[in-house]
């Protein structure tokens, strides 16, 4: 019996030990999202895997172009994946300015999405992470270069 609990004890803290280290890694390095809807296509279509990682959201490094997975504003269970159009301060073409500690979000589908142009600005704290890779289909396997890495 003794070498039943020794086992169990140790198979327990093990599991705890990798549970812990998953969730630090969902919360504060990166995740595993699966696109639904059309509001992104050309780029990404219902059932595209992406790559997202949460760092640029915890520095506050997103930048304009950026393909952001957030909380939407209108259900704050449900998750959005939207490209940044507007940062704080930027002047948009329908005159609005976008005020500190938000940004503008627009799908790429302009036709068919429901974004910054129905709620307004998403507070910045809505924010879960930035795509920087599409994984799935194998075949479309793209890696989202940031504007600022780009060179003529």
């Not at 140790?10 to 812990?20: D, G, Q």
Request: some cysteine; charged content about 25%.
């Amino acid at each position: 019996m003794t070498m039943f609990i020794k086992f169990f004890c140790k198979t327990l803290s093990r599991t705890v030990l990798y549970t812990c280290v998953l969730h630090c890694i969902y919360e504060y390095i990166g995740d595993i999202v699966v696109c639904a809807g059309p509001s992104m296509e050309p780029t990404l279509y219902t059932n595209d895997v992406l790559l997202t990682e949460r760092i640029s959201v915890r520095t506050e490094n997103i930048k304009k172009g950026d393909i952001v997975v957030s909380k939407c504003p209108s259900d704050p269970k449900q998750h959005i994946c939207k490209r940044v159009v507007g940062l704080p301060g930027d002047k948009l073409e329908n005159g609005i300015i976008v005020p500190n500690g938000h940004v503008w979000l627009e799908g790429d589908n302009t036709f068919n999405s429901n974004d910054s142009r129905e709620y307004g600005v998403v507070p910045q704290g809505l924010l879960r992470g930035r795509a920087f890779c599409k994984i799935l289909p194998l075949r479309n396997i793209t890696y989202f270069a940031r504007e600022d890495a780009k060179h003529d």
